[in-house]
């Protein structure tokens, strides 16, 4: 069984910056995509960023071009969000997921494990 869980979430000024974390526990697929997702207060889940098991290939949304890198460290099973120049609009709970698949998805069907979530607030 996967566990992902999420770290680094917490209360930030407009501008400012935080790297989340994605810890995945128990029996994993190798080849598999990762990706970030977000839910603001009465919006819909919405796709962020993914990249694929080598790291070679990344996806973000548009809304966070520029501003938010993923990347993932195999050695340690472990995926990370940095969020950069950060916005009131980037307030949200913030998963990660395991895809199905080995390519770049953004939609919520194509994962299949998701974490907890952690919470990211920007004061404006």
């Known amino acids: 069984q996967v566990q992902l869980v999420e770290s680094g979430g917490g209360l930030v000024p407009a501008g400012g910056s935080l790297r989340l974390s994605c810890a995945i526990s128990?029996?994993?697929?190798?080849?598999?995509?990762m990706g970030w997702f977000r839910q603001a207060p009465g919006k819909e889940r919405s796709f962020v960023a993914a990249?694929?098991?080598?790291?070679?290939?990344?996806y973000s949304a548009d809304s966070v071009k520029g501003r938010f890198t993923i990347s993932r460290d195999n050695a340690k099973k472990t995926v990370y969000l940095q969020m950069d120049s950060l916005k009131p609009e980037d307030t949200a709970v913030y998963y990660c997921?395991?895809?199905?698949?080995?390519?770049?998805?953004?939609?919520?069907?194509?994962?299949?494990?998701w974490g907890q979530g952690t919470q990211v607030t920007v004061s404006s």
């Open positions: 128990g029996r994993t697929f190798s080849s598999n995509t």
């Open positions: 997921a395991l895809s199905w698949g080995t390519d770049l998805r953004s939609k919520d069907g194509d994962y299949r494990v």
């Open positions: 990249i694929t098991w080598s790291g070679s290939s990344t």
